[in-house]
């Protein structure tokens, strides 16, 4: 079935840059996402790219997609103590249903 | 602003007891989903639906049920709870064909079963 696989957990410096990896294997998904789940909060759509772009950028967010490795990069840029939370790595079918990974915890050391 | 939301926050029930999560979306969208999050197993899909009255099994269905009477509220039914449905549940909607922004979530209802 479809899978969406990623690291549990990632530990940085404030002022690095941060790099979560993602794999799938559903090569139909038209979109991939990047959700956010902050501390005691609900998912937040944090940035996303079309299936047939190769990167996209969007501030301090770059997200990188190599659609022949089936693997799909977010990297923030100067990662603040704000950037803290649960990074999830999502891709659609196209019957509208999301499959979603594990989820990152991204910690920021100060 | 648009808005998911959904009935309660944090929910304690006991072995046995019937449960009922409710959930409304204001965006006038076809589909609607219930997921459960728990650590280390991302969000898993328990139900979803495309339009009134029209559900699907998820990934995950047993112990659960939904109803979906109106196109706004989609509900999500634990029949009789057990120790192991402790979680956190999340609602989300989409119209009928995503696009690009137009996915939302709810903020979660942590269930405790006890």
């Known amino acids: 079935g479809e899978d969406v696989e990623q690291s549990l957990f990632l530990s940085v410096r404030e002022g690095d840059s941060s790099v979560i990896n993602c794999t799938y294997t559903?090569?139909?998904?038209?979109?991939l996402y990047w959700y956010k789940q902050e501390p005691g909060a609900g998912l937040q759509l944090l940035t996303y790219i079309f299936s047939n772009m190769d990167m996209k950028q969007d501030q301090r967010l770059t997200v990188l997609l190599n659609k022949k490795d089936k693997h799909l990069s977010l990297r923030i840029a100067d990662t603040q103590t704000g950037d803290s939370a649960i990074y999830f790595c999502?891709?659609?079918?196209?019957?509208?249903?999301?499959?979603f990974g594990q989820g990152t915890t991204l910690q920021v050391k100060p | 602003d648009v808005k998911v939301t959904q009935s309660s926050r944090y929910l304690v029930k006991r072995t046995g007891e019937k449960v009922f999560l409710e959930c409304v979306q204001d965006m006038d969208h076809e589909n609607m989903f219930w997921y459960r999050q728990d650590p280390g197993l991302g969000l898993r899909l328990i139900y979803f639906?495309?339009?009134?009255?029209?559900?699907e099994k998820g990934d995950i269905p047993e112990g659960y049920s939904v109803s979906r009477e109106k196109k706004e509220r989609f509900s999500l039914i634990l029949e009789s709870a057990s120790t192991n449905q402790t979680s956190m549940y999340l609602c989300?909607?989409?119209?009928?064909?995503?696009?690009?922004?137009?996915?939302?979530f709810g903020p979660g209802t942590r269930l405790t079963v006890t």
């Open positions: 999502v891709t659609n079918g196209n019957t509208g249903k999301l499959i």
């Open positions: 559903d090569s139909s998904s038209t979109y």
């Open positions: 639906s495309y339009d009134v009255k029209m559900k």
């Open positions: 989300a909607s989409t119209p009928r064909v995503p696009t690009g922004y137009e996915q939302y």
